[in-house]
């Protein structure tokens, strides 16, 4: 009450009217640079629109070079193993989100129908991808990602990667550790490389980009080495990069590419964890680590604040580019405690002169309404075996990988998706966004997907040629162990549902236990770049219950066919023009799907056959389903067997089934072995797998 009694009588002040004349001025100014009397979005994160950035922060590579070839470095020695540990400290997001009911829970009906007759497709490829320990790191959970090339497909896990012929899922090189990637280079890329990585193939460019942080031995995480392949060849050299990113704790960086930059996100907190200060962004000079120069990254604002959520940067699927001048975009995960939205970000960038570069909030489109999964622990995620302490890490706090954005000409579209609690388990709540680079950005569609009880979360999202959608992700419950599926939309189906069902791509036989509980932490969705069809996900499971021995699984599918489309080779990157003024998009007519070339699917039951300790016999049978006339002959291999097994088909070839029997002698060690059927047939010659599994009694 002094205090308001002072300030009355000292109103009438002279001096005191000029200088609350000034400070009232000041405010305002204030509350102008914060935006707060802008036109903006009151519930926008981050910079405003129109605004431009402040404090850009230009940083060079402190070292670049160029590898060896990869297929003559030394291959990972066990002698390098660390011991067994959870994986790099992945903070939580600090949590403000208010739940509300779920207004896009897809329909009942169109789910039910789904379940009981799912038109999806089978796998093409199905095959194992690197296994625990993941070369040297010897942690859990592993980051299971990947990319798909011309020729091949390039898996990383924390922290190795290995190279696939795409046409037969052979190991062509490794698995190697991802370190060994800067050999001789120094530093903390050659001996602290710490995990989060991400493997991306640049097809604009037909280039390999290989990615992981590091930091300093007791210390944050600091650094972001950036490798970038010198050819299509993912097992010949490299353009090595190192760059010091200041002395916070960067974590989950999440990697896209861009025709003018590669752009990334990260999560920023204190040096020691404790204190979330906002998303990152950063973009590196593409052209120049294409080239082998020195290089150098913008980031025009630094961490956004404690308040703002995650966000991924778009990463360009398709060969046709984004807009001339188009700025890189970037979503926002709706974690807002009021109007959550999808904020859309636009990093204007200017290599040439840093300062022109911007960071903007362009868009604030709605988001429906959720319930946050595990929004406490984190860990809330059941399995069939264990008890609630071993719950599975839901990471319900982010948008998961990857932002996948394409041009259709007419529009453009950007999917992604992330973990929502729904009818009291974990489902997938993916959305499609358009017209993000000029706008008026708008949610086009958005669906939860939970069609029982079973969780379902880990999910990554992607878009083929024709506007077909797919989602892979983790499924789990305490009846079941944790598996890999996937479900999808056709273009013409309803919008808000995934209306050609689910299906199972692996189905582990283990649960994990004891390793703080941590999954995943993402997987990858990708696109061949040569058909624009082609669908390749990979994600961890388990093949027996227990602590730190998770294993990674790969496989490919198409929902529709297409002819190949030639990959766009732009001019080498120009300084962005300014973003065009917003004009309605109009609503395509969706393409109709083709009538599908001769094909076919492989099955086998009983999905697991047990055999004595002292050796046996194990019989299955093959089923060869065909689809658009298909009617030749298909030739069946079997791969994955133990040491003393071996397998026979009869017949072989075969036209509709053919009994496999494998005989397993006494010597073959007790275990649960998966393996893979392998068919070819047809004109040209078309690859098809299914699996199933081998048990060895541990007693008569």
Request: proline share 10%; aromatic share 10%.
């Given at each position: 009450m002094k205090r308001k009694s002072a300030a009355e009588s000292a109103f009438f002040s002279p001096r005191f009217l000029v200088g609350l004349v000034l400070c009232l001025i000041g405010a305002v100014l204030a509350l102008l640079g914060f935006g707060m009397l802008s036109g903006g979005s009151a519930s926008a994160q981050g910079p405003n629109q129109n605004q431009a950035s402040s404090d850009v922060e230009v940083g060079a590579s402190y070292r670049n070079d160029v590898s060896p070839p990869m297929r003559d470095v030394p291959p990972w020695a066990a002698a390098g193993l660390k011991p067994q540990h959870e994986a790099n400290e992945n903070p939580k997001v600090p949590y403000r989100h208010t739940d509300s009911a779920d207004p896009v829970i897809q329909k009942t009906s169109v789910s039910i129908r789904n379940m009981v007759a799912p038109s999806v497709p089978s796998p093409l490829l199905n095959f194992d991808g690197i296994l625990f320990p993941g070369v040297g790191c010897n942690c859990a959970p592993p980051d299971t990602n990947g990319a798909v090339g011309k020729?091949?497909?390039?898996?990383?896990?924390?922290?190795?990667?290995?190279?696939?012929?795409?046409?037969?899922?052979?190991?062509?090189?490794?698995?190697?550790?991802?370190?060994?990637?800067?050999?001789?280079?120094?530093?903390?890329?050659?001996?602290?490389?710490?995990?989060?990585?991400?493997?991306?193939?640049?097809?604009?460019?037909?280039?390999?980009?290989?990615?992981?942080?590091?930091?300093?031995?007791?210390?944050?995480?600091?650094?972001?080495?950036?490798?970038?392949?010198?050819?299509?060849?993912?097992?010949?050299?490299?353009?090595?990069?190192?760059?010091?990113?200041?002395?916070?704790?960067?974590?989950?960086?999440?990697?896209?590419?861009?025709?003018?930059a590669y752009y990334m996100s990260m999560n920023v907190f204190n040096a020691t964890g404790t204190s979330y200060l906002g998303p990152q962004a950063f973009a590196f000079n593409r052209a120049k680590m294409l080239a082998g120069l020195p290089a150098t990254f913008i980031s025009p604002t630094g961490p956004l604040g404690g308040s703002v959520d995650p966000f991924l940067p778009a990463d360009i699927d398709g060969p046709t580019l984004p807009p001339t001048g188009a700025p890189a975009t970037f979503v926002g995960f709706p974690g807002q405690a009021s109007n959550p939205n999808y904020t859309t970000y636009h990093f204007h960038v200017d290599f040439a002169t840093p300062a022109n570069s911007t960071f903007t909030t362009f868009a604030t489109p709605p988001a429906a309404g959720f319930t946050a999964l595990c929004p406490t622990t984190?860990?809330?995620?059941?399995?069939?075996?264990?008890?609630?302490?071993?719950?599975?890490?839901?990471?319900?706090?982010?948008?998961?990988?990857?932002?996948?954005?394409?041009?259709?000409?007419?529009?453009?579209?950007v999917v992604s998706n992330y973990s929502v609690s729904a009818g009291g388990v974990a489902g997938v709540r993916w959305f499609e966004l358009r017209n993000v680079t000029a706008g008026p950005v708008t949610v086009f569609q958005e669906s939860t997907y939970q069609p029982d009880t079973t969780w379902r979360w880990m999910g990554s999202a992607a878009m083929d040629g024709q506007g077909n959608l797919a989602i892979g992700f983790s499924a789990s419950s305490s009846t079941i162990n944790p598996q890999l599926r996937y479900a999808a939309r056709l273009a013409t189906d309803p919008l808000n549902t995934l209306g050609q069902g689910e299906a199972h791509l692996f189905d582990g036989t283990g649960s994990q236990t004891g390793t703080s509980n941590r999954w995943g932490d993402y997987s990858a969705l990708v696109i061949d770049p040569v058909d624009d069809a082609t669908f390749w996900y990979t994600n961890e499971y388990y093949s027996a219950s227990g602590s730190f021995n998770w294993r990674t699984r790969i496989a490919s599918f198409k929902l529709a066919s297409a002819a190949p489309t030639p990959t766009p080779t732009p001019t080498p990157v120009s300084t962005p023009t300014p973003t065009p003024t917003p004009t309605p998009a109009p609503t395509p007519t969706p393409t109709p799907t083709p009538t599908p070339a001769p094909d076919f699917s492989l099955s086998i039951t009983p999905s697991s056959v047990t055999v004595p300790r002292g050796g046996g016999t194990a019989s299955y049978t093959v089923t060869i389903a065909p689809t658009g006339g298909f009617n030749s002959p298909v030739t069946l291999s079997v791969s994955g067997l133990p040491a003393g097994a071996t397998g026979s088909f009869n017949p072989n070839p075969a036209t509709s089934s053919s009994a496999l029997t494998i005989t397993v002698s006494s010597s073959t060690a007790r275990g649960t072995y998966p393996f893979t059927v392998t068919g070819t047939g047809g004109s040209p010659p078309a690859t098809r797998t299914t699996t199933a599994t081998l048990i060895k009694a541990a007693r008569k």
């Amino acid at each position: 009450m002094k205090r308001k009694s002072a300030a009355e009588s000292a109103f009438f002040s002279p001096r005191f009217l000029v200088g609350l004349v000034l400070c009232l001025i000041g405010a305002v100014l204030a509350l102008l640079g914060f935006g707060m009397l802008s036109g903006g979005s009151a519930s926008a994160q981050g910079p405003n629109q129109n605004q431009a950035s402040s404090d850009v922060e230009v940083g060079a590579s402190y070292r670049n070079d160029v590898s060896p070839p990869m297929r003559d470095v030394p291959p990972w020695a066990a002698a390098g193993l660390k011991p067994q540990h959870e994986a790099n400290e992945n903070p939580k997001v600090p949590y403000r989100h208010t739940d509300s009911a779920d207004p896009v829970i897809q329909k009942t009906s169109v789910s039910i129908r789904n379940m009981v007759a799912p038109s999806v497709p089978s796998p093409l490829l199905n095959f194992d991808g690197i296994l625990f320990p993941g070369v040297g790191c010897n942690c859990a959970p592993p980051d299971t990602n990947g990319a798909v090339g011309k020729t091949q497909y390039v898996q990383i896990v924390n922290e190795g990667y290995q190279v696939f012929d795409k046409a037969t899922g052979n190991s062509v090189l490794g698995p190697n550790s991802i370190s060994s990637v800067w050999t001789g280079f120094g530093g903390v890329c050659e001996t602290s490389g710490s995990g989060d990585p991400v493997m991306l193939y640049d097809h604009l460019a037909d280039r390999w980009v290989i990615t992981q942080f590091a930091g300093a031995s007791g210390g944050p995480i600091t650094d972001e080495c950036v490798a970038v392949s010198t050819t299509a060849d993912a097992t010949g050299t490299y353009n090595r990069y190192g760059f010091h990113l200041g002395s916070n704790f960067f974590d989950y960086p999440k990697l896209s590419v861009w025709p003018d930059a590669y752009y990334m996100s990260m999560n920023v907190f204190n040096a020691t964890g404790t204190s979330y200060l906002g998303p990152q962004a950063f973009a590196f000079n593409r052209a120049k680590m294409l080239a082998g120069l020195p290089a150098t990254f913008i980031s025009p604002t630094g961490p956004l604040g404690g308040s703002v959520d995650p966000f991924l940067p778009a990463d360009i699927d398709g060969p046709t580019l984004p807009p001339t001048g188009a700025p890189a975009t970037f979503v926002g995960f709706p974690g807002q405690a009021s109007n959550p939205n999808y904020t859309t970000y636009h990093f204007h960038v200017d290599f040439a002169t840093p300062a022109n570069s911007t960071f903007t909030t362009f868009a604030t489109p709605p988001a429906a309404g959720f319930t946050a999964l595990c929004p406490t622990t984190r860990s809330c995620v059941p399995q069939a075996g264990t008890s609630s302490r071993d719950n599975l890490d839901g990471i319900g706090d982010r948008l998961m990988f990857r932002a996948a954005y394409r041009n259709f000409g007419t529009y453009e579209s950007v999917v992604s998706n992330y973990s929502v609690s729904a009818g009291g388990v974990a489902g997938v709540r993916w959305f499609e966004l358009r017209n993000v680079t000029a706008g008026p950005v708008t949610v086009f569609q958005e669906s939860t997907y939970q069609p029982d009880t079973t969780w379902r979360w880990m999910g990554s999202a992607a878009m083929d040629g024709q506007g077909n959608l797919a989602i892979g992700f983790s499924a789990s419950s305490s009846t079941i162990n944790p598996q890999l599926r996937y479900a999808a939309r056709l273009a013409t189906d309803p919008l808000n549902t995934l209306g050609q069902g689910e299906a199972h791509l692996f189905d582990g036989t283990g649960s994990q236990t004891g390793t703080s509980n941590r999954w995943g932490d993402y997987s990858a969705l990708v696109i061949d770049p040569v058909d624009d069809a082609t669908f390749w996900y990979t994600n961890e499971y388990y093949s027996a219950s227990g602590s730190f021995n998770w294993r990674t699984r790969i496989a490919s599918f198409k929902l529709a066919s297409a002819a190949p489309t030639p990959t766009p080779t732009p001019t080498p990157v120009s300084t962005p023009t300014p973003t065009p003024t917003p004009t309605p998009a109009p609503t395509p007519t969706p393409t109709p799907t083709p009538t599908p070339a001769p094909d076919f699917s492989l099955s086998i039951t009983p999905s697991s056959v047990t055999v004595p300790r002292g050796g046996g016999t194990a019989s299955y049978t093959v089923t060869i389903a065909p689809t658009g006339g298909f009617n030749s002959p298909v030739t069946l291999s079997v791969s994955g067997l133990p040491a003393g097994a071996t397998g026979s088909f009869n017949p072989n070839p075969a036209t509709s089934s053919s009994a496999l029997t494998i005989t397993v002698s006494s010597s073959t060690a007790r275990g649960t072995y998966p393996f893979t059927v392998t068919g070819t047939g047809g004109s040209p010659p078309a690859t098809r797998t299914t699996t199933a599994t081998l048990i060895k009694a541990a007693r008569k």
